[in-house]
């Protein structure tokens, strides 16, 4: 082998480790996401199952009909006041995360799709007597900010086609 050779196959195994070099560092890339992704899920699962988020839930459903008003919401002692927000910042932030695609889609559509479909109405109420309260307190254009992003979410769940079985009958077949 003359000295020309050499450099070519220098230059040429030199080319190869800079391209096994760059799929290793997109294969880390695509490992990076896939564990933030899964780490946002699991954050997204324990705010949804908080005590006070549930709390949240269970007033919607066992104190409220589906037109109740800013009065029926000032009825309500300082924890359930505080829960009922918690349950709408904490959909607002959701909404908004997977707007800006930092929480995936389909998750989401696991976790919410059932809510909207049972609750679906009483939140889009809350959000009303919500915006009617900060309207009350003299918060201006109300009804553009205060918890958009969480009619934004509810929106996209009432555009996905309906559930028609439970999961344990949809996914019967799954295996891990």
């Given at each position: 082998m003359n000295l020309d050779e050499a450099a070519n196959l220098?230059?040429?195994l030199g080319g190869l480790a800079i391209l096994v070099t760059l799929i290793f560092g997109i294969r880390q890339i695509i490992e990076l996401n896939k564990g933030k992704e899964r780490e946002a899920s699991r954050e997204m699962a324990n705010l949804?199952?908080?005590?006070?988020?549930?709390?949240?839930?269970?007033?919607?459903?066992?104190?409220?009909?589906?037109?109740f008003t800013l009065e029926d919401l000032a009825k309500l002692d300082r924890n359930e006041k505080d829960a009922l927000n918690h349950l709408a910042i904490t959909t607002n932030s959701i909404g908004m995360m997977t707007f800006v695609g930092q929480l995936d889609f389909n998750t989401v559509?696991?976790?919410?799709?059932?809510i909207s479909m049972i609750l679906g109405k009483r939140f889009r109420r809350l959000v009303d007597v919500l915006q009617e309260n900060a309207k009350v307190q003299g918060i201006d254009n109300a009804e553009l900010v205060?918890?958009?992003?969480?009619?934004?979410?509810?929106?996209?769940?009432?555009?996905?086609?309906?559930?028609?079985?439970?999961?344990?009958e949809l996914h019967s077949d799954w295996k891990p």
């Amino acid at each position: 082998m003359n000295l020309d050779e050499a450099a070519n196959l220098g230059e040429l195994l030199g080319g190869l480790a800079i391209l096994v070099t760059l799929i290793f560092g997109i294969r880390q890339i695509i490992e990076l996401n896939k564990g933030k992704e899964r780490e946002a899920s699991r954050e997204m699962a324990n705010l949804l199952s908080s005590p006070i988020y549930q709390s949240g839930l269970s007033i919607l459903v066992n104190k409220f009909d589906d037109d109740f008003t800013l009065e029926d919401l000032a009825k309500l002692d300082r924890n359930e006041k505080d829960a009922l927000n918690h349950l709408a910042i904490t959909t607002n932030s959701i909404g908004m995360m997977t707007f800006v695609g930092q929480l995936d889609f389909n998750t989401v559509k696991l976790f919410f799709q059932p809510i909207s479909m049972i609750l679906g109405k009483r939140f889009r109420r809350l959000v009303d007597v919500l915006q009617e309260n900060a309207k009350v307190q003299g918060i201006d254009n109300a009804e553009l900010v205060v918890f958009d992003w969480a009619i934004w979410l509810l929106d996209r769940m009432d555009e996905l086609p309906p559930i028609t079985s439970p999961a344990y009958e949809l996914h019967s077949d799954w295996k891990p």
